[in-house]
């Protein structure tokens, strides 16, 4: 068990590749279960506890959804459990992560102030860092080059967030 953990370490990091996870339904629960768990617990006071659950879902939905069906139009569908249980496993690690920051700025936005440069510069980073991962899946998954994953990994971004716009208005 602390293998696949330590798999799902390696592709937050940046160093692993999703072809190295267990490509069984096994897997993608457990990476799907971690990464429902960790965005519950890093959002959880932010939202109500309907809305932050509907986050949660909806988050997973859309990139299993975008992952399946570019799987499908390249025609290489075998992929994805194992891209999808490297995106969710990797996903739960930047979950974790990203804790401490986002109550770093919840203490700003209660204090009526900005939050810190500190603040700002890692949630930049974080933003930077899970671009890198989305893409680093997309990359091997689909067998492209680093331009053209990134730009996917931009897009699937841009996507998200205003279906989230869409969802969440606040």
């Known amino acids: 068990m602390l ?15 999703p072809y190295e ?27 109500t506890p ?18 399946y069906i570019g799987l499908s139009v390249v025609g290489k569908v075998e992929r994805f459990v194992q891209s999808y249980a490297a995106l969710c496993g990797a996903s739960a690690i930047l979950n974790l992560a990203f804790i401490p920051v986002i109550y770093a700025s919840l203490d700003a936005q209660v204090a009526n ?14 933003l930077v860092w899970s671009i890198s991962i989305v893409a680093r ?4 998954s689909f067998e492209t080059n680093i331009p053209v994953s990134i730009l996917v990994s931009l897009g699937y971004l841009m ?3 205003l279906v989230y716009s869409f969802v969440f208005p606040f």
């Open 159 to 161: 996507m998200a967030r």
């Open 21 to 47: 996870v267990p490509g069984d339904p096994a897997t993608l629960r457990l990476a799907v279960l971690c990464s429902f768990v960790t965005h519950v617990i890093a959002i959880w006071g932010i939202y």
């Open 113 to 126: 102030s900005e939050p810190s440069a500190f603040v700002s510069f890692a949630t930049f980073f974080f």
């Open 3 to 17: 293998w696949i953990f330590g798999q799902f370490l390696k592709i937050a990091l940046l160093t692993g590749k």
């Open 137 to 140: 899946v997309v990359r091997f």
């Open 50 to 67: 309907s809305a932050v659950i509907i986050q949660a879902v909806l988050d997973l939905v859309m990139s299993g959804a975008a992952l």
